[in-house]
């Protein structure tokens, strides 16, 4: 059978299919005798219930189901015939002329794009590289030793200083008024942290316990509590306690309470290179991939099919209800959405989604079977168990398709990276983390 396939508006199509009326009442009368065998129904024992009494009560419903699996069917039929790709679900809706004992209908849809990818060898991309130095392995001890410290009573003539936790309580009004969030008792902080603004600190600073002040303080520009942003403030804040803190030597006490099994400083120092060259690894390749793919979307000439757009917002709507659920949101499944708040992100994700999948199409760049245990034994290596981790993801198809397309992400990043004109930039440890 020949498909006319009309063309309304770049990636948008629309053909006619025709059911036979015959076909439909056949199916829906033996559907309906099907139903009859188990409908239940007062003053009729199960299987006795009138084929008129059946039609009547179900007649629509089942006309409704047998139409749209005609369609659906007819559908696919036609799209196959046309060697169509087709992107979401078509609009079908009823035409009101047909010939004697059809029912004809037009199916709306769009098809997948053709993409072209211009030249990679023009694209220029900066490609990053950080190293892990001992000051960065120094940091990390530091914040391991604060996660660590313990905090003892100051006495009564000692003063506040960076490093002590202060607990003390503060109203602070505006105009003479009191505002949202702006009163606590019993508040601890630690000073010299950057925990509270920097002309808060400052004023609780050298104060002793048992002490009151009362101190202006001008909120910036750019504070997130906007109905006191801009403003200007005057608090009273009273010191009940002050502690100082302390941190735990760097010794095999302190490398075995980490877990250490050797128990040494050097090995400490050793085990925490390597979790921060893991980290800086997947940073560096995170922010590499990046730059690839913007350089390979910005080669690419495509139209994007606005049905996956629309899809794709809506699974990004789902996502953001279901981490507002996680959260403990109540009703978080019903929160109004718009979808239009996710068009733009959504439209880039499948734009980059038809790219790539073109590229690994004509570059043959599938993940192999080699490429992926090599991934999940690297993964597993961050975990005590390694080979029960490898065991957990062989046993499970999603976490192996999540693999594959991390696997086939790599690929194409190195294909590109391979091809484009690349600067090589050493970035600093503490930028690289920095980034998100």
Do not use: C
């Amino acid at each position: 059978m020949a498909v006319t396939v009309e063309t309304l508006e770049k990636l948008e199509r629309r053909i006619t299919l025709t059911l036979a009326a015959a076909d439909i009442n056949t199916e829906v009368e033996s559907r309906l005798k099907k139903l009859a065998r188990t409908v239940k129904a007062d003053g009729f024992r199960p299987g006795k219930v009138p084929m008129s009494f059946v039609a009547q009560r179900y007649g629509a419903q089942v006309q409704y189901e047998v139409v749209n699996d005609k369609l659906g069917e007819a559908f696919t039929v036609a799209a196959n015939e046309a060697k169509l790709r087709v992107a979401g679900m078509p609009s079908i809706a009823q035409k009101d002329t047909a010939a004697e004992g059809e029912l004809a209908f037009d199916a709306t849809f769009e098809i997948y794009p053709e993409v072209k990818i211009a030249d990679l060898a023009e694209a220029e991309i900066e490609r990053v590289a950080a190293d892990v130095t001992d000051e960065a392995i120094d940091k990390t001890v530091e914040i391991l030793r604060k996660q660590r410290r313990s905090f003892a009573q100051r006495g009564a003539a000692d003063v506040a200083a960076d490093g002590d936790r202060v607990t003390i309580d503060f109203e602070g009004k505006i105009d003479g008024e009191p505002f949202a969030g702006g009163k606590a008792d019993g508040f601890q902080f630690l000073l010299g942290e950057g925990q509270m603004l920097e002309a808060f600190e400052k004023a609780v600073r050298g104060m002793k316990a048992g002490e009151s002040k009362t101190f202006p303080l001008a909120f910036p520009a750019d504070y997130h509590g906007k109905d006191v942003a801009g403003k200007e403030a005057d608090f009273l804040v009273t010191v009940r306690k002050i502690e100082a803190q302390h941190l735990p030597e760097v010794n095999e006490a302190f490398a075995k309470a980490l877990g250490i099994k050797e128990g040494t400083v050097e090995a400490l120092r050793a085990d925490i290179k390597k979790n921060l060259e893991r980290e800086v690894k997947f940073r560096v390749l995170a922010k590499n991939k990046g730059a690839a793919m913007d350089a390979l979307v910005g080669k690419a000439e495509l139209d994007v099919p606005k049905a996956l757009v629309a899809g794709e917002a809506e699974r990004m709507v789902a996502n953001a209800r279901e981490d507002l659920k996680k959260r403990g949101i109540k009703d978080a499944d019903k929160a109004p959405i718009p979808a239009e708040l996710f068009n733009e992100q959504a439209e880039k994700r499948v734009r980059l989604g038809l790219v790539v999948a073109e590229l690994v199409r004509s570059q043959n760049l599938q993940a192999k079977p080699e490429q992926l245990q090599a991934h999940i034994e690297e993964i597993s290596q961050s975990y005590e168990k390694p080979a029960e981790v490898v065991r957990w993801y062989l046993s499970d198809r999603e976490r192996m398709a999540e693999v594959e397309a991390v696997v086939i992400e790599n690929n194409v990043t190195d294909f590109i990276l391979g091809k484009a004109k690349v600067t090589d930039k050493q970035l600093p440890f503490d930028e690289l983390m920095a980034t998100a």
